[in-house]
């Protein structure tokens, strides 16, 4: 049942994402509360917490991106659901198929729009004002641009290589 709940939420909000660039608490909220309550229903005190270390955990590993501007607060919510529902060990693998499928989809964008090159160069200047004690911020300034998209893509693909990984 929880697997079916936590599949049709996944799939909503990365429609919503991928359509929209938002994760809808309409969507999320009555999952958290469904989550929170089953787990409580179903391994009574010890099912309560199991949940509640689970909430911590997504909100845990996706708050410092999400503060540094990196991330957006859907995405830190639905982490946080994610683990309300399945737990602390589920996020756990979620978090590491999460980070994988982020870096190759970063990876793609790079090499689509072909600003490979640019980033290189900018880290190896980076690297050298380092060594020679010249630092400066700006050095890594890749004109401003940010490479985003919607990250509930890659939350999607690591929750699924967790169901995967777990069974």
């Not at 909220?29 to 917490?49: K, M, Q």
């Not at 994610?82 to 090499?111: D, E, S």
């Not at 911020?137 to 641009?145: G, P, V």
Request: glycine share 14%.
């Amino acid at each position: 049942m929880q697997d079916l709940v936590l599949a049709l939420m996944l799939t909503v909000c990365l429609v919503t994402d991928l359509r929209s660039r938002k994760i809808y608490n309409l969507v999320i909220f009555p999952v958290l509360i469904f989550g929170i309550g089953f787990n409580f229903v179903t391994g009574g005190g010890a099912g309560l917490l199991q949940s509640l270390w689970g909430t911590l955990a997504g909100l845990g590993i996706l708050i410092i991106p999400f503060v540094l501007g990196g991330m957006g607060a859907g995405d830190v919510k639905l982490l946080a659901v994610i683990g309300a529902v399945k737990g602390p060990m589920f996020i756990v693998y979620t978090a590491i198929g999460m980070g994988l499928a982020g870096g190759v989809i970063a990876l793609a964008i790079i090499l689509y729009q072909r600003n490979f090159h640019r980033i290189v160069a900018s880290f190896l200047q980076g690297g050298l004002m380092i060594m020679l004690r010249n630092f400066r911020i700006s050095a890594l300034n890749l004109d401003n641009e940010k490479i985003m998209f919607p990250y509930g893509l890659a939350i999607t693909i690591g929750a699924m290589g967790a169901f995967w990984w777990m069974r």
